[in-house]
């Protein structure tokens, strides 16, 4: 079974300053990792999605995150927050064998002028 | 292209009734699946629908119900609305399926039960 764990569920950033939302996943087999973004009353948009080329993979919006196997881990970052950075971030693992695919509780980030 | 839509984007219900959404996905996208957001709850995963056909569900009672059209537009049916069922009711579509793509989420359609 498959499992992700988003380890802040609010995260509030200087704009400017830089930003790091983390998640640790858990997975039998090999995962496809992917980021979502949730401004508000809007569903959700893809950020970026690992599936085992690159470990380091660059999405929208200056964002990227770094998979890392041996720390089951897959935390997004940016250099320099916006303040139209502040939304809801979901962190989600699937799997193309078992089909299946989960969500992390999601973190929220709030950018401070 | 044009991107996942659903209608109705609002809707609001009293306890007891039934309630249908409608999921329209990306052109040539042969999967569908609905997703429950709440405060409480996050994202809960309802079910996916592909070529016409239940894939995958999720742990929801039997009140929730869908389908899947040739051109592979979805519904989502509710019935016996209960204040719990209260949420953003999400549907994504992608080419092949929840464990393999991408999931291009819609808009959402917001339900309040009163």
């Known amino acids: 079974a498959q499992s992700v764990t988003q380890l802040d569920s609010h995260v509030s950033v200087s704009e400017g300053t830089p930003v790091l939302l983390r998640c640790n996943y858990s997975s039998s087999y090999s995962p496809s990792l992917f980021w979502y973004v949730q401004h508000p009353n809007k569903g959700l948009q893809l950020l970026l999605k690992?599936?085992?080329?690159?470990?380091l993979v660059k999405g929208i919006n200056g964002f990227e995150a770094e998979f890392k196997k041996s720390e089951t881990s897959f935390h997004l970052t940016k250099p320099s927050a916006h303040m139209s950075d502040a939304a809801e971030y979901f962190c989600?693992?699937?799997?193309?064998?078992?089909?299946?695919?989960?969500f992390g509780a999601g973190t929220r980030l709030t950018v401070k002028p | 292209k044009a991107g996942v839509t659903q209608t109705p984007r609002y809707l609001i219900k009293t306890r007891g009734q039934q309630v249908t959404l409608s999921c329209s996905p990306i052109s040539g996208h042969r999967s569908v699946s609905w997703y429950q957001q709440t405060p409480g709850q996050g994202l809960q995963f309802l079910f996916e629908y592909f070529s016409e056909t239940q894939r995958n569900k999720g742990n929801f009672p039997g009140r929730f119900s869908g389908r899947q059209f040739s051109n592979s537009r979805s519904e989502m049916n509710v019935s016996t609305l209960e204040l719990g069922d209260s949420a953003l009711y999400l549907c994504a579509s992608s080419p092949e399926g929840v464990g393999s793509d991408t999931q291009y989420f819609g808009p959402g359609t917001r339900l309040t039960v009163l």
């Open positions: 989600v693992v699937s799997d193309r064998r078992s089909d299946d695919m989960r």
């Open positions: 690992y599936t085992s080329a690159a470990t």
